[in-house]
């Protein structure tokens, strides 16, 4: 259980797939035993960085760090979140002159 500033953090194995083609440009990161992740948290993958060619479609096994986040840095995330998403939908009802 995470504290109020304290967080905690632990290793487990993933699953890296990145393709880089005419149709698709991505990067997907799949953790063992699905994993979930919530607002505050962060993932660090270990290991070499990834190069991919264009035209290809490679998937690497990897170690990776979780750090949970503690219950003030969630809610900090979800506030921020939700004030950032409101300016996305600004909109106005009003006609075009005022």
Not at 34 to 49: A, F, K, M, T
Not at 56 to 78: C, M, N, P
Request: charged letters at 25%; one cysteine or more.
């Amino acid at each position: 259980m995470t504290g109020l500033f304290s967080s905690r953090a632990f290793d487990t194995g993933c699953r890296v797939e990145i393709e880089q083609s005419p149709d698709h440009f991505h990067a997907h990161v799949e953790l063992d035993g699905n994993l979930p992740i919530y607002p505050g948290d962060s993932v660090r993958i270990h290991g070499e960085p990834i190069m991919v060619a264009f035209g290809e479609k490679v998937s690497f096994d990897r170690i990776a760090t979780v750090r949970r986040a503690g219950l003030l840095r969630r809610a900090w995330t979800k506030a921020t979140g939700y004030l950032e998403m409101a300016e996305l939908y600004e909109v106005s009802f009003t006609p075009g002159r005022l």
